[in-house]
């Protein structure tokens, strides 16, 4: 049988060290990490995300401040937002809930983020630093597929990563985030040939590609550890509905290890957007977070 790796618990564990990192910044006399949601608009699944975030934040001992805008707020007076939010020191973290409506062109919106306090890391500078391999804020869906892996891989170095899917926001990431740990990586996407061989050669299997039960249990060489991305919904809420990965989970006991879908990568998102909130709060205030004068 595959090993399950338990995201919910290793979630959970990253989530009480941010809160003891909260607890031991503050009693050093630095400011409580404070982290600013914008949500354009009512779509429901954002408007779930964006609950569970401000719950779990708030748990965290993090400030939380939540900007609700309406649907039809323009491109300009969300930048507007934007730029307060980059020049209000209690604010060390913005994050702005994708999918934004469409008159608003999301890229000059993040762009407009300052990079310091993007706790997504999908600026542009921090793109750059991830690719160059220097300090920068790490996407925190990809960054949660490493620190699971870490719970399961000792020595990433020559190992074999297949990655599938090449998306800003998952595949280009965790992808650069194992090169980063001298694996030998492959990215793979819709329009690849041969996919099932290529993955047949992966030691550690990334699936981020949005189609349910794709990786079959033949792709899989016995040992890999497989990390499903992937959330797709499959029949009706209510009615047998489910929620499932992108890999034939059922089919994968010759694996060395997998996370489960729920409870795998998806708990792990939020609580790196926690751990990156505090990294950024930490910068902000300098790396040591000195108590201020006459603190
Ligand atoms: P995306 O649609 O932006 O990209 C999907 C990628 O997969 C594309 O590069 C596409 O070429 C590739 N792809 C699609 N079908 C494929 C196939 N049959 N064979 C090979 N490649 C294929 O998606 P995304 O935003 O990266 O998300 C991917 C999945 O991960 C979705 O199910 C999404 O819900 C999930 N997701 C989960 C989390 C989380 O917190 N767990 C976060 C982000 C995304």
């Given at each position: 049988m595959?090993?399950?790796?338990?995201?919910?618990?290793?979630?959970e564990t990253?989530?009480?060290?941010v809160?003891?990192?909260?607890?031991a910044?503050?009693?050093a006399?630095g400011?409580?990490?404070g982290?600013?949601v914008?949500?354009?608009?009512?779509?429901?699944a954002?408007?779930?995300?964006?609950g569970?975030k401000i719950?779990?934040?708030?748990?965290?001992?993090?400030?939380?401040?939540e900007?609700r805008?309406p649907a039809?707020?323009g491109e300009?007076e969300?930048?507007?937002?934007?730029?307060?939010?980059?020049?209000?020191?209690?604010?060390?973290?913005i994050l702005v809930?994708l999918p934004?409506?469409?008159q608003?062109?999301a890229?000059?919106?993040?762009?407009a983020?300052d990079?310091?306090?993007d706790?997504?890391?999908?600026?542009?500078?921090?793109v750059?630093?991830?690719s160059i391999?220097?300090d920068?804020?790490?996407?925190?869906?990809?960054?949660?597929?490493?620190?699971?892996l870490e719970t399961?891989i000792?020595?990433?170095r020559?190992?074999?990563?297949?990655?599938?899917g090449?998306?800003?926001?998952?595949?280009?990431p965790?992808?650069?985030?194992?090169l980063?740990?001298?694996?030998t990586?492959?990215?793979?996407?819709?329009?690849?040939r041969?996919?099932p061989?290529?993955?047949?050669?992966?030691d550690?299997?990334?699936?981020?590609?949005g189609?349910?039960?794709?990786v079959?249990?033949?792709w899989?060489?016995?040992?890999?550890?497989?990390?499903?991305v992937?959330i797709?919904?499959?029949?009706?809420?209510?009615?047998?509905?489910r929620?499932?990965?992108?890999?034939a989970f059922e089919e994968?006991?010759?694996?060395?290890a997998i996370?489960?879908v729920?409870?795998?990568?998806?708990p792990?998102?939020?609580?790196?957007?926690l751990?990156?909130?505090?990294l950024?709060?930490r910068?902000?205030?300098?790396?040591?977070?000195?108590?201020?004068?006459?603190a």
């Open positions: 595959a090993g399950i790796i338990d995201g919910k618990a290793i979630a990253i989530r009480a060290d809160a003891a990192g909260v607890a910044l503050t009693a006399g400011a409580v990490p982290l600013a914008v949500l354009v608009g009512d779509d429901p954002s408007l779930v995300y964006v569970r719950a779990q934040t708030r748990q965290a001992g993090i400030r939380s401040f900007h805008l039809e707020t300009e969300l930048l507007g937002l934007i730029e307060r939010l980059n020049r209000d020191d209690e604010v060390h973290g809930q934004l409506p469409p608003i062109r890229e000059r919106v993040l762009d983020i990079p310091i306090k706790v997504d890391g999908f600026h542009p500078v921090n750059g630093r991830l391999g220097t920068g804020l790490v996407p925190c869906t990809p960054l949660g597929c490493m620190l699971l399961v000792d020595d990433f020559g190992l074999k990563a297949v990655v599938i090449k998306s800003n926001i998952v595949g280009k965790v992808a650069m985030l194992l980063e740990r001298e694996c990586v492959t990215v793979t996407h819709i329009l690849t041969n996919l061989d290529i993955v047949r050669t992966a550690i299997v990334v699936v981020a590609a189609s349910p039960g794709l079959r249990g033949e899989v060489k016995p040992g890999a550890v497989v990390i499903d992937g797709n919904r499959v029949g009706e809420p209510g009615k047998g509905g929620l499932v990965g992108d890999a994968l006991g010759h694996a060395r996370t489960p729920p409870g795998g990568v998806g792990m998102t939020v609580a790196c957007l751990r990156n909130t505090l950024a709060a910068k902000q205030q300098g790396a040591d977070a000195s108590p201020k004068k006459g």
